[in-house]
Nanobody, 121 residues
């Protein structure tokens, strides 16, 4: 089993930045791809970003140019760097992981509990 622990969420003003972290523990050597999706109240889940252990990555259209994803394989940790945050980025952000190299976190086997990101003045 794999346990994913997210951190870094919080309240930020429009235009601000946050960095989310997701650390994997347990059977982490089974993991290849890691990624993030988000869900706002009353909205569908939206894939934000994903990255494989080999460095292949995907960034969602709605966050292109503002968000980046990085990964420290030695620490079994993936990061979501969020810049230029806007109120529409407010959501619960979930970290997911999978043994495959697919870049769709919604299809991954292992899910985190989520961390709230609120963008408001």
């Amino acid at each position: 089993q794999v346990h994913l622990e997210e951190s870094g969420g919080g309240l930020v003003q429009p235009g601000g930045s946050l960095r989310l972290s997701c650390a994997a523990s347990g059977n982490y050597f089974a993991i290849n791809a890691m990624g993030w999706f988000r869900q706002a109240p009353g909205k569908q889940r939206e894939v934000v970003a994903a990255v494989t252990s080999g460095g292949r990555s995907y960034i969602g259209d709605s966050v292109q140019g503002r968000f980046t994803i990085s990964r420290d394989n030695a620490k079994n940790t993936v990061y979501l760097h969020m810049n230029g945050l806007q109120p529409e980025d407010t959501a619960v952000y979930y970290c997911n992981a999978d043994p495959s190299s697919h870049l769709d976190p919604l299809e991954y086997d292992f899910w985190g509990q989520g961390t709230q990101v609120t963008v408001s003045s």
